[in-house]
């Protein structure tokens, strides 16, 4: 039985990992009529004989005597199985009962819908070395574990928010789309920046990408060029489709929405509440769509024709924008028959300074310039000096314009240092490297004038004194400074002021000019009207206020449908990943950013074409091919695509679980031992030095190869060797103990390989062959008689030749004596089985013992097996000493019995 | 060839989202083995296994009958592809 969300919190026995012991105290609990739970940390039981190719000495397929315990688990009536699941903590009741703390790892997969066909996994674009497969080959994000696995149901392997998608104010899946890229997957690419944000061509040129300010990359040799491979996208799609491809959707609701503004938040708010099938139309007072997009943002930066296109995505859904529209009022709305109002007027009027001189003809604002400048209205300034005041991105498109219009000399003059600048670095760069002239640690006084036309300028040289609230430190004007200076045009870009007075008897507005909007909902002092962008946050960027619109249209949609606006969450993010880790997890070979080109410096002032290029299709993959993958699944949503059973969900969490309990069987099961652990093996460093778990997986019938090859080239190997007890019985490796199974399983494979690769030859290099149990010798006699040779040796060392193939250095024990040296095609470690040390953390109060080798200590082996130091406690398997299958299967029947003669002894 | 300096598993095998269209490319012009792919590519051999394996995997690529003496399979696009 799968557990639901429903099940009840009381069980008899808990069992600790899945693998055959636990599966067989399992059975063999419920059986009894006992009620189990089973909580297995990986997204299948089985454990790892079910990745096994064949069990000795019988040879019986290992996942077909397997398959039927996991099912017969699962559908046992009795036996409640938690996957994905781990436990946190278990703690001793007074009575002795047990109280587990566990956590159900979510897998954003709905397994109550999941067929288990496997669509998702070949939809995926992320590839990950496949752990069930020992990293011989690759799975995807979305995943099935295995074949056989019970519960066969997939699983996304999405550990947190990716940096990049995580600093998205608008929730564009930035790792997703650089997924898609990588996968030469352009137009789905473009497809998932639409599901969060319409206006991809705007956003890929003049977004501030803070993206990239989070990319782990950004930490090694330069970010992920995220910006750049959103262009290449967008510039490919909208080349290819010059009108969307959709039109309005069928369902249309009856509420209307008014939107006021038409830049980023409002074009935002109306296409996601267009999509849902509200009514929609936006009222702008300039004479064209897309605010500070069209009239803000240089067409350099930003051409025009992109803007258009972006907005065509919002208008297709039949959106009706309104150009010289101005709204004064919320309440004529209102009277006009709309339910609801989203208030995006923006920031983009002027402040007065109060400069003397200030109203002289020839003294304009930053934005009345632009928009002037844009009209023609402002034509050629050939041979005229402009200064631009201020020091914010505001200042440096004035100054970038005014060279293009001719301008003989152009002066940005800013209060402070260069590094106080809010102005980001790179477009002050460009302007300077246009020709801009920097005056920093200046300021104007007053403006000159003649019939009342500007001449020139009176400034003044400032120092830096005690930093202000902004925590910058405030500029003091140097008595006696004053200077003049010449200038014909004076561009004020010191700050930009909410458009927000038409309402201000109608809805709160701040001190600041801004809409005084609840900081979730934004809903304003009127319940029916919403604010959002930089009217509600002051001058922001184009893609906060993307994401302001996106929020709006969702509480504006939970507010039409009369959903209280509380109780949930609108775009919950999960835990951001930490890029130590990721950087941790191995080494990164370098790879320079691809830079995108751009027009020189003296060419691009002699027009307003776009200065910045677009990347080759090569290019744009191999930028996105720099990516990390730093939560795993891209969020590319690929999945969600292809499943056929809407299964895929994520917005699922993981989910914290307590029950009680009377007793507990540890089954967690032995660790293998890591063979970088002996760097003179090469295991890791020569791709032909494999493990035996790994040869098991060649071997087996759901082999990750097509057939059982060596993983330098695919050949298949003729002259293999083993390297018996690698890290058993050896103390330089830290465990003088026998791990019992690796003869076995040597003789096994050597035995497997003669009927998968009748011309190999199989050496095994041995110590001493242990044969104990039943019918062991014989199966070791066996494989002498079909040709396995057997040369006692103790392997010292083994180096590379140059095909791949491996030399051996063994010291000859039997034979002539003295260091031999030997060439194979392909080296199997038999590495030996190690304690999983994780299990002794489990107690909350450390009570459970280890023995010396750290393996859960059994307090009396010969007269109790299966008891722990904990009353109530008991182990099964290999999780207290090393044992083969049917070892492992008889002492987790013992532990059953004593787990029941506990609960019963409790009851009498 | 020897294979000191490898790259790491995680790095190669997300090249693979770049090479698979390149292998596809390859192997549309005939059936080639790993060190055929490997040459074409310019890239090690043991990484263009991980690849090739994958695309084996999810259903692109299929290993051709191979004869009694060959060491190396030759692959080939599967039918639905
Ligand atoms: C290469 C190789 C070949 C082998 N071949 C054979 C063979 O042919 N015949 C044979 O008899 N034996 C063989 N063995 C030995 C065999 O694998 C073991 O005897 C057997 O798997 C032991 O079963 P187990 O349930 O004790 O442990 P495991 O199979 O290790 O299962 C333990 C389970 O517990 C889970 N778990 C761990 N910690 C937690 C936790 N904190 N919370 C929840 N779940 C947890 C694990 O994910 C796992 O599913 C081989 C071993 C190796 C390495
Ligand atoms: S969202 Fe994309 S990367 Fe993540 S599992 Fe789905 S298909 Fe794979
Ligand atoms: S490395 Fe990739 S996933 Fe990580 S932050 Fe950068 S772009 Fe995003």
Same mark, same amino acid.
């Not at chain 1, 970010?223 to 489709?241: E, L, P, Q």
């Not at chain 1, 109780?567 to 919950?572: L, V």
């Not at chain 1, 080494?587 to 060419?603: F, L, N, Y």
């Given at each position: ?408 000399? $152009? ?329 019992? $199974? ?85 080296? $199997? ?45 008991? $182990? ?33 | ?81």
């Amino acid at each position: 039985m799968l557990l639901k969300t429903a099940d009840f919190m009381n069980y008899d026995h808990l069992i600790v990992g899945g693998g055959i012991a636990g599966m067989e105290s399992a059975l063999t609990l419920g059986d009894m009529g006992y009620k189990v739970l089973l909580i297995e940390k990986e997204a299948s039981i089985g454990g790892k004989m079910v990745l096994l190719s064949k069990v000795f000495p019988t040879l019986d397929c290992s996942s077909c005597i397997s398959t039927p315990k996991m099912a017969a688990t699962s559908h046992h009536p009795n036996v409640t199985i938690a996957t994905n699941s781990e436990v946190e903590e278990i703690g001793r009741n007074g009575d002795g009962t047990f109280r587990v703390r566990y956590r159900r790892n979510c897998t954003f997969v709905d397994n109550a819908a999941c067929t288990g066909c496997g669509e998702c996994e070949i939809a995926c674009t992320v590839s990950i070395p496949d752990e069930f497969n020992f990293d011989l080959v690759a799975r995807r994000a979305a995943h099935i574990p295995f074949p056989q696995a019970v519960p066969k149901k997939a699983k996304i392997d999405l550990r947190g928010a990716s940096p990049c998608s995580a600093a998205c104010p608008a929730g564009v899946k930035a790792h997703g789309f650089v997924s898609l890229v990588r996968s030469g997957k352009y137009e789905e690419a473009f497809h998932l920046h639409m599901e969060d944000a319409p206006l991809p061509g705007s956003l890929a040129r003049a977004c501030y990408a803070p993206c990239e300010d989070a990319c782990t990359r950004g930490d090694l040799e330069g970010t992920v060029s995220i910006r750049h491979i959103k262009r290449f996208m967008t510039d490919r799609y909208y080349g290819a489709h010059p009108e969307p491809e959709y039109g309005p959707p069928e369902e249309r609701l009856d509420k209307k929405v008014a939107v006021v503004g038409s830049g980023p938040a409002g074009l935002t708010a109306a296409y996601h509440l267009a999509r849902k099938g509200y009514p929609v139309t936006i009222f702008e007072a300039a004479p064209e769509a897309g605010g500070m997009l069209r009239y803000a943002i240089p067409p350099f930066r930003l051409p025009k024709d992109v803007v258009d296109r972006d907005i065509k995505n919002v208008t297709a859904l039949g959106v009706e924008i309104r150009a010289n529209a101005r709204v004064e009022s919320v309440q004529s709305l209102k009277e006009a028959g709309f339910d609801s109002v989203f208030l995006a007027v923006g920031s983009g009027e002027a402040w007065t300074m109060g400069f003397e001189g200030e109203d002289l003809e020839g003294i304009v604002d930053c934005m009345g310039f632009l928009r002037r400048a844009y009209s023609g209205r402002i034509g050629d300034l050939s041979g005229k000096t402009v200064v631009v005041v201020g020091g914010g991105n505001s200042a440096i498109d004035p100054a970038r314009v005014s060279l293009r219009l001719g301008a003989a000399k $152009v002066v940005i003059m800013y209060r402070r240092s260069r590094s106080e600048m809010p102005a980001h670095d790179w477009e002050v760069q460009a302007a300077l490297e246009e020709g801009v002239h920097l005056q920093i640690l200046q300021n104007p006084k007053r403006f000159l004038g003649k019939n009342g036309r500007l001449t020139q300028l009176e400034y003044l040289s400032m120092k830096l004194g005690e930093p202000d609230a902004s925590g910058r430190r405030r500029p003091v004007p140097v008595e006696g400074s004053e200077a003049l200076m010449d200038a014909d045009l004076v561009v004020l870009a010191t700050g930009l002021r909410p458009a927000t007075f038409p309402f201000a008897g109608a809805i709160e507005i701040r001190r600041d000019e801004t809409v005084n909007a609840d900081a979730e909902t934004l809903q304003t002092s009127i319940p029916s009207v919403f604010a959002g962008g930089d009217a509600v946050s002051g001058p922001s960027s184009i893609v906060e206020a993307i994401g302001q619109g996106k929020r709006a249209a969702f509480y504006i949609d939970r507010y039409l449908r009369g959903e209280p606006l509380d109780g949930t969450t609108f775009d919950e993010r999960l835990p951001v990943m930490n890029k130590e880790a990721v950087i941790g997890r191995g080494p990164v070979s370098k790879r320079e950013p691809i830079r995108v080109k751009e027009i020189a410096a003296g060419d691009r002032v002699k027009s307003f074409a776009e200065v910045e290029g677009c990347l080759s299709e090569n290019d744009a993959r191999a930028s996105a091919n720099r990516c990390l993958d730093c939560a795993g699944c891209s969020e590319c949503h690929q999945c969600i695509r292809a499943c056929p059973a809407n299964a895929i969900h994520f917005d699922m969490r993981s989910e914290e679980r307590t029950a009680e309990v009377k007793s507990v069987i540890l089954s967690t099961g032995f660790r293998l031992f890591d063979p970088h652990e002996k760097p003179q093996y090469g295991y890791g460093r020569y791709p032909n030095v494999i493990n035996a778990m790994q040869m098991d997986r060649l071997l087996s019938p759901t082999r990750p190869f097509n057939h059982t090859l060596r993983p330098s080239d695919g050949k298949q190997p003729n002259n293999i060797a083993y390297v018996l007890c690698t890290g058993s019985r050896d103390c330089s490796a830290g465990n003088p103990l026998c791990s019992r $199974v690796c003869c076995m399983y040597s003789i096994k494979q050597a035995q497997l390989i003669m009927g998968a690769l009748p011309l190999a030859d199989v050496t095994i290099y041995y110590i001493d062959i242990r044969a104990f149990g039943k019918g062991y010798d014989e199966f070791y006699e066996q494989a002498r008689g079909m040709g396995v040779a057997f040369v006692k040796g103790k392997v010292a060392r083994i180096e590379e030749a140059d095909n791949n193939d491996l030399k051996l250095f063994y010291e000859d024990i039997e034979g002539g004596g003295g260091t031999q040296e030997v060439e194979h095609d392909l080296v $199997v470690l038999s590495v030996g089985l190690m304690p999983n040390k994780d299990v002794l953390k489990l107690f909350d109060n450390g009570d459970l013992a280890a023995d010396p080798y750290a393996w859960v200590k059994e307090m009396d082996e010969n007269l109790y097996p299966a008891l722990t130091s904990i009353d109530g406690v008991f $182990v099964a398997g290999t999780s207290s000493a090393a044992r083969d299958i049917p070892d492992s299967i008889l002492h987790a029947g013992a532990a059953a019995a004593q787990a029941a003669a506990h609960v019963e002894r409790r009851r009498a | 060839m020897k294979t000191e300096g490898n790259r790491s598993l995680a790095e190669v095998l997300r090249d693979e989202m770049v090479m698979k269209d390149r292998i596809v490319g390859l192997l549309r012009e005939e059936p080639k083995t790993i060190p055929e792919l490997a040459e074409a590519l310019g890239y090690p051999s043991h990484e263009v296994v991980l690849w090739v394996m994958a695309l084996w995997r999810y259903g692109t690529v299929a290993e051709m009958k191979q004869g009694r003496n060959e060491e190396y399979f030759k692959y080939t696009l599967s039918a639905s592809h």
